[in-house]
């Protein structure tokens, strides 16, 4: 939501600021713009549109100099354009700032300042903090850096931001607040981003910055004090990073490219966690924390979108193998409905981000009632990351493509491990089972791979239905929560309206949907409840709907009543049809590209959440 880009040394900032802002698209892509300090005279750039626009705007203008920011907006307050996008100026010209996250209190601060003659161009919650820094700087007769310091204190909300003051044209000013920033370190130079990704291929150093933080970079030093003026000692950590993992790497979309690296991703999830040779399972992030889990009256998973539905598929597999009730919220609603917590509840927050504002807050929420808080999350250095009291990283890889594939699929692989981790602990599973259960676990790469072998038939598929105007997606247990995911890939990407339902559920209301037109995809690889499911499909073809069936390999009730059949490989158990999802994610791809929609970008999302 919104990224943040940054430079101060020695080199020319430009090709630094748009590269990482390309990098950085992903966050969010209305509107983009930067700013350059050239021998202490600011430009600023800005423009509605993708980074390619603002290239093309910027074109044979001047950008030589060696300081500047920049931003890649998605809208908050005011619409995407021109003016609305960052960098903001303040009135008189003394600060540039690019902002992520929102400043609550806005709009009372932005009528004090009218009252002080203030003035605004533009309709965002950015450009008030850039003119209360400046009434600060300028009445209060104060250096740059308190001024910033003094306005944050003023402000309520969440706020990464990077600011240039034209007097002071020596330093770069960042700060914190519950939306990311990080401080790449090299040698007399500092890069800042949103996340490391922008300036990876120069400095692979970084100091994350905590809440209520702010740094002051020179070309030499960097300074961290809290927002209150206490001083901290900046800790410089090393990321390992593949270069190639932020590339396309010869596919057309990095969404394809992520689906198409599932078979690796889950093997880094599992990688070391697994120990083939002993049949056991070693999650070291929870160890800390084990005893609270064994005794755990109750596991409550909360998370956002397709984090939620990872969550949901886990309460099949910790309530199966842990015995340990489950219960699955959304972070956004259960932040807000006072929830009975005890000390011996486990939350479980799932993110890829890390960053999910109400995911953040619900962890801040259950921490204050004395529950024990555990992360699963895949950017390692995140604030989930950070908030939680102990936690196990996905180890998927940077995920870029705005609809998550493979962080669900790593997400579901992490929460099978720790309900085995914990079955196996309270001794819930019998040694044979435990044998079955992990050696289907590290199958799941190569039955994926098998499945990516041939995806003719999916594709067939998609360019038969690409048109039509919804689709409902049914699923019965652990497959329910695949039918959500199916539905949910489907209309972010190709803004077909979509719905995933109980299949047991359908008869309760939406069977009144179902004719010759609506394509209804049935994943029916179920062993546990067959027939139910296979009454499910005989409901909706007696109403002639079109069925498209994800099946096991030769299946024939459920195939031989089906329009069209998608094979899946043979698995025995939950943690084996997990696979399920992959055709789904498949689909959709398929059908947005048919639709000629931008898969990667699709409208009004963004990649990571900082707002409630
Ligand atoms: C869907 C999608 C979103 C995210 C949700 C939570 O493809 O990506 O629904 O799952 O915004 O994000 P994280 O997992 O970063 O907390």
């Not at 100099?65 to 354009?81: D, S, V």
């Not at 992990?438 to 499945?451: A, G, K, S």
């Not at 690409?466 to 539905?487: M, Q, T, V, W």
Request: aromatic content about 8%; overall charge negative; charged content about 25%.
């Amino acid at each position: 939501m919104c990224g943040i880009v940054g430079y101060i040394g020695d080199r020319d900032v430009y090709p630094i600021l748009i590269g990482g802002l390309k990098r950085l698209e992903y966050r969010g892509y209305d509107s983009s713009g930067i700013a350059i300090l050239n021998n202490g005279k600011p430009v600023v750039y800005k423009v509605k549109g993708k980074i390619s626009d603002l290239e093309n705007f910027i074109g044979t203008k001047s950008k030589e100099g060696t300081i500047g920011i920049g931003h890649t907006r998605w809208a908050t307050h005011g619409e995407p354009n021109d003016v609305n996008a960052h960098p903001h100026t303040s009135m008189n010209g003394k600060f540039i700032i690019v902002h992520n996250g929102i400043i609550e209190n806005y709009a009372t601060l932005k009528q004090r300042l009218i009252k002080r003659g203030y003035t605004f161009k533009s309709e965002t919650d950015t450009e008030v903090l850039a003119n209360l820094i400046e009434y600060i700087y300028l009445f209060g007769k104060t250096s740059a850096t308190e001024a910033v310091r003094f306005a944050l204190n003023k402000v309520q909300g969440a706020y990464g931001i990077g600011v240039i003051c034209t007097d002071e044209t020596d330093k770069l000013i960042v700060a914190r607040k519950s939306s990311p920033l990080v401080v790449g370190v090299g040698d007399k130079e500092f890069f800042i981003g949103s996340d490391a990704t922008p300036f990876i291929e120069y400095t692979n150093n970084v100091i994350y910055l905590d809440n209520d933080n702010m740094a002051v970079l020179t070309k030499g030093e960097v300074s961290i004090k809290t927002i209150k003026n206490d001083a901290i000692e900046p800790n410089i950590q090393t990321v390992d990073f593949d270069f190639d993992e932020i590339e396309k790497g010869g596919f057309d979309h990095f969404m394809l490219k992520e689906i198409f690296e599932q078979p690796k991703s889950i093997s880094d999830t599992i990688r070391g966690r697994v120990d083939y040779s002993r049949n056991s399972i070693v999650l070291g992030g929870l160890m800390p924390v084990m005893s609270k889990i064994m005794n755990a009256r109750r596991i409550i998973i909360v998370g956002c979108g397709t984090s939620w539905h990872a969550g949901l598929f886990g309460e099949y597999l910790f309530e199966e193998y842990s015995r340990i009730p489950v219960e699955v919220e959304y972070a956004s609603e259960f932040r807000y409905r006072d929830p009975v917590i005890n000390s011996d509840d486990v939350v479980i927050a799932i993110s890829q981000s890390g960053e999910t504002a109400d995911t953040l807050a619900a962890i801040k929420l259950a921490k204050e009632k004395g529950a024990t808080v555990l992360g699963i999350c895949n950017v390692v250095g995140s604030s989930i990351s950070r908030e939680t009291d102990a936690g196990v990283y996905t180890h998927a890889g940077p995920e870029i493509g705005v609809a998550s594939t493979k962080a669900f699929t790593a997400q579901v692989m992490v929460l099978a491990m720790m309900a085995l981790f914990v079955g196996k602990a309270k001794y819930n599973i019998k040694p044979e089972k435990y044998s079955e259960l992990i050696d289907e676990l590290i199958h799941v790469p190569q039955q994926i791979e098998t499945m990516l072998k041939d995806t003719s038939v999916i594709e067939k598929v998609a360019d038969i239905y690409k048109d039509s105007p919804n689709f409902i997606y049914l699923g019965r247990g652990c497959y329910y929560p695949i039918a959500l995911e199916g539905a949910l890939k489907l209309k972010e990407i190709s803004y077909i309206h979509a719905i995933g339902y109980p299949a047991a559920e359908m008869k309760h209301g939406p069977i009144a949907l179902i004719d010759e037109k609506m394509p209804v995809v049935v994943i029916g690889a179920n062993k546990r409840g067959y027939d139910k499911i296979v009454n499910n499909v005989q409901e909706v073809k007696a109403r002639h709907g079109i069925v498209i069936s994800i099946v096991r390999e030769g299946d024939t009730e459920i195939a031989k009543m089906s329009d069209y059949v998608i094979e899946v490989p043979n698995f025995t158990t939950a943690i084996g049809a997990l696979i399920t999802v992959i055709p789904l994610q498949l689909l959709s791809y398929y059908i947005a590209v048919k639709r000629g929609c931008n898969v990667d970008q699709p409208r009004n999302l963004a990649k990571s959440v900082t707002v409630e």
